[in-house]
């Protein structure tokens, strides 16, 4: 298991690379659960392979007890929170406040599971300086929302850190989503696109010559398809996910995982990496950074 500081006697470690996926009530903005039901192989894939993932899962999943929290929690998975209806509606911008979203969500979690989380990713990555303050009064330990690009009319995240940073007077650390591009973010949607081989030696390029942990994004609905699904996507979606079928799915995520091993990452925990990480060994940002966007 890989930290950013692993103290001055530990031997040097590997650096770590953070499977993470969001689970939702939809299949690229249609809603369906059945894609959570297609999930044996990957399940066997994390067990035979001890590849670590962790889950963010939206408090409506959680308050409905659908089966995929028994099977996440079997197979070792950490389970964290991605807001609650995850409603495209609802996403709003960086400037708005989602305090719905994570009250409702942060109640939905304490009642399945008797305490509250310690990780959060905000549907679609739209989160802001309000609700970074309120996740910090909740007690969270870290964020995941951030992607460091520009998402036209949602945020502007490209002024911030690539790597592991903390909020300035929070106690609150952030974990951003790593990129393969300067305008991509490290996603399985796009990883579909490009491949393993081709995504793993762009994700090595643009993490630097000393990469904090690298978060990587995916949604089961990038590892499995769903032909009634897909039918009723918009053209632009259905195109973007019927063109990474060909390269993609779970045989690709084995394969990027397994090329990013041989390239010296180990799979870890977020939510441990998380918990191990010294708050005073990384920059701190200010929450002003969000205004220096008004437009988006």
């Known amino acids: 298991m890989s930290t950013l500081s692993p103290g001055p006697d530990a031997?040097?470690?590997?650096?770590?690379?953070?499977?993470?996926?969001?689970?939702?009530?939809?299949y690229g903005r249609r809603p369906t659960f059945g894609i959570l039901d297609k999930a044996?192989?990957?399940f066997d894939w994390i067990r035979a392979e001890r590849v670590p993932v962790t889950a963010f899962v939206t408090g409506r999943i959680i308050e409905r007890g659908h089966r995929i929290i028994d099977r996440l929690l079997a197979a070792g998975i950490a389970v964290e929170l991605h807001g609650y209806?995850?409603?495209?509606?609802?996403?709003?911008?960086?400037?708005?406040?989602?305090?719905?979203?994570?009250?409702?969500?942060t109640d939905a979690y304490l009642g399945r599971f008797g305490r509250s989380p310690t990780g959060y990713r905000a549907p679609s990555g739209v989160v802001s300086a309000a609700d970074l303050r309120l996740l910090d009064r909740l007690g969270y330990r870290y964020d995941s929302s951030v992607f460091p690009v520009r998402r036209s009319g949602r945020y502007d995240f490209t002024s911030l850190p690539r790597r592991p940073f903390r909020w300035g007077g929070l106690g609150l650390l952030e974990f951003p989503v790593a990129l393969?591009?300067?305008r991509l973010p490290a996603g399985l949607t796009f990883i579909n696109l490009f491949g393993p081989s081709v995504s793993a030696r762009l994700i090595r390029r643009t993490a630097g010559p000393?990469?904090?942990?690298?978060?990587?994004?995916?949604?089961?609905?990038?590892?499995?398809?769903?032909?009634e699904a897909l039918a009723g996507l918009?053209?632009?979606?259905?195109?973007?996910?019927?063109?990474?079928?060909?390269s993609g799915g779970?045989?690709?995520?084995?394969?990027?995982v397994d090329r990013l091993r041989r390239a010296g990452f180990e799979p870890s925990d977020l939510r441990e990496v998380a918990a191990l990480t010294q708050t005073a060994d990384i920059p701190a940002v200010e929450l002003?950074?969000?205004?220096?966007h008004p437009a988006c």
């Open 234 to 246: 918009p053209w632009a979606l259905r195109a973007v996910y019927t063109a990474g079928r060909w």
């Open 180 to 182: 393969l591009t300067p």
């Open 40 to 42: 044996d192989s990957f």
């Open 288 to 292: 002003g950074v969000f205004d220096s």
């Open 210 to 227: 000393e990469p904090g942990p690298l978060v990587l994004d995916g949604h089961f609905h990038n590892l499995y398809a769903d032909d």
């Open 11 to 26: 031997p040097a470690r590997r650096p770590a690379v953070c499977l993470t996926f969001d689970v939702e009530p939809d």
């Open 250 to 256: 779970l045989r690709c995520t084995r394969l990027l």
């Open 85 to 105: 209806a995850h409603a495209p509606e609802a996403f709003g911008t960086m400037h708005g406040s989602h305090a719905d979203e994570i009250q409702r969500g």
